[in-house]
Structures are given as structure tokens and as C-alpha cells.
């Protein structure tokens, strides 16, 4: 379903005016209708502790000798780096973080900062490391993307937000119809309980298929076991 379908089927079943445009309409109820949509698409992209498989892409760019790594060391479209995925693929060495500010600070801190491994905070618009990482290094992670529409005939999302009528999202189009119409009806303060409900029960079941789950052990996490020069598991060092 487009987004123009969506918000028809949303109209049609509370006995509204159907509209036969979205984003060029100028009449308030269809206004409304396409605002609901978009806040609908960005709460589900924020649903919490969910990795939505269609938003996961991998990034990979090449390090520089300088704390703060080069533009390429972010893709245009990241939301967050989805924890403890970042590797240096050149040295087979693990990259820790996201680091949170007390853990960076304590490694700024030190007279001489030394590592077999280096981590990386982001700060503002900056990719941060520390220690300075090798020039030349393949850095890997995979991240969450804000991108969660399709636009007409593209294979992959290119869009935050619906901005077309015959735009596409990476959400069943089930839930996202029922969430645009309870909020429509919770909005001009009708009963929305039932609707509610139902909506947030088929999230958490697409949220919980999105992607397959690891074979958990107390051994700790499957790469450790992978052949290579580096395997040995590390925690954020605290102050020297």
C-alpha cells in the first residue's frame, strides 16, 4: 500500500471523506491524515529495543592518523551504530564503543594514552577516536538507518518520511494503517482503546520477527571462537 492508500483505507473505514491526493491536498482533514501518517512512521522507527532488520546496513570507510576521523567515517542516512559491532577489518582487532562521555574522558585523561586496541565516541557531527587509530585501516559497523520509505521503483529506502503519494515504507502496512487511525481518533478525543491495543500487539510480534535471534552461551559471543591473529575479549579500561 502507498501512503495515499494507506490514509484512504484509514478515511473509508471511520466514514470520512475519501481524499484522491495526499501530498498535494490543501483541505485540513487530509493535512492532518498525512501528518499522522509521518508521526506514525517515526514512532515505529524508534520502537524501543528494537534493530528493525530493513533499517540495518553496514558501513565501512578508511582511517585517518587524527582523532577525529574524515566525513566518510558516517553514512548521510545514520541514525545510531548499533553497540559493539565495530571492527577493524585490516587488523582483525574489535573497536570499542560507542563510548560513553565518562569513559572517554578517562581515557583523555591519562599522561600517555596507549592500546592495542582504540575506541570511538561520537560527538556532535565527529567521529572521535582515541588512541589516534592507524592510517589506512578498513573500520567497519553496522548502524540504524533513518531511512524507512521506499519511493516509487526503489529496491532500497531513500527517504526518512513519506513525501509522495506513491511512496512506500519498510512497515506492514496493517500496523501502520491502525496506528495512523487510533491516533487520528485519539486526536478528537474518541474511544481508541480497542484499536490501540491491537496496534500495539502487532508491533511487538513484527518487532520480535524482524530478524533471527543468536544462539546464546556462556561462553561468550560466537566470534570469539573464529580464527584470526586477535580473539582475546576486552573491557573499557577505567583511568591509570
Not at 483505507?9 to 498535494?24: D, E, H, N, T
Not at 546496513?57 to 576521523?69: I, K, N, P, Y
Not at 556532535?124 to 519511493?151: H, R
Request: with cysteine; net charge negative; proline share 9%.
Amino acid at each position: 500500500m502507498t501512503a495515499l492508500s494507506i490514509v484512504q483505507a484509514v478515511c473509508a473505514a471511520q466514514a470520512l471523506p475519501i481524499p484522491q491526493a495526499l501530498f498535494s491536498a490543501t483541505d485540513a482533514q487530509t493535512i492532518e491524515m498525512r501528518s499522522l501518517l509521518n508521526r506514525e512512521l517515526a514512532i515505529l522507527k524508534k520502537w524501543p529495543d528494537t534493530y528493525w532488520r530493513k533499517l540495518m546496513r553496514d558501513h565501512t570507510f578508511t582511517t585517518t592518523a587524527t582523532e577525529v576521523q574524515p566525513s566518510t567515517s558516517q553514512p548521510a542516512d545514520l541514525e545510531y551504530i548499533i553497540p559493539s559491532t565495530s571492527w577493524d577489518r585490516t587488523m582483525s582487532r574489535p573497536v570499542l564503543g560507542p563510548m560513553d562521555p565518562q569513559t572517554w574522558q578517562a581515557w583523555k585523561a591519562r599522561p600517555i594514552l596507549t592500546s592495542v586496541l582504540y575506541g570511538y565516541m561520537l560527538q556532535g557531527n565527529d567521529f572521535y577516536t582515541a588512541p589516534t587509530p592507524p592510517a589506512g585501516d578498513t573500520l567497519a559497523y553496522t548502524y540504524i538507518s533513518q531511512y524507512a520509505v521506499y519511493a516509487a521503483g526503489d529496491t532500497v529506502p531513500t527517504k526518512p518520511y513519506f513525501t509522495a503519494d506513491t511512496d512506500t515504507s519498510i512497515f506492514d502496512e496493517v500496523i501502520v494503517e491502525l496506528g495512523v487511525t487510533w491516533r487520528f481518533l485519539s486526536q478528537k478525543k474518541l474511544e481508541c482503546d480497542q484499536e490501540k491495543a491491537t496496534w500495539a500487539s502487532l508491533v511487538q510480534t513484527a518487532a520480535s520477527r524482524s530478524k533471527g535471534l543468536p544462539v546464546l552461551s556462556a561462553a561468550g559471543p560466537a566470534w570469539s571462537a573464529l580464527a584470526g591473529p586477535y580473539t582475546p575479549q576486552f573491557n573499557f579500561p577505567g583511568p591509570a
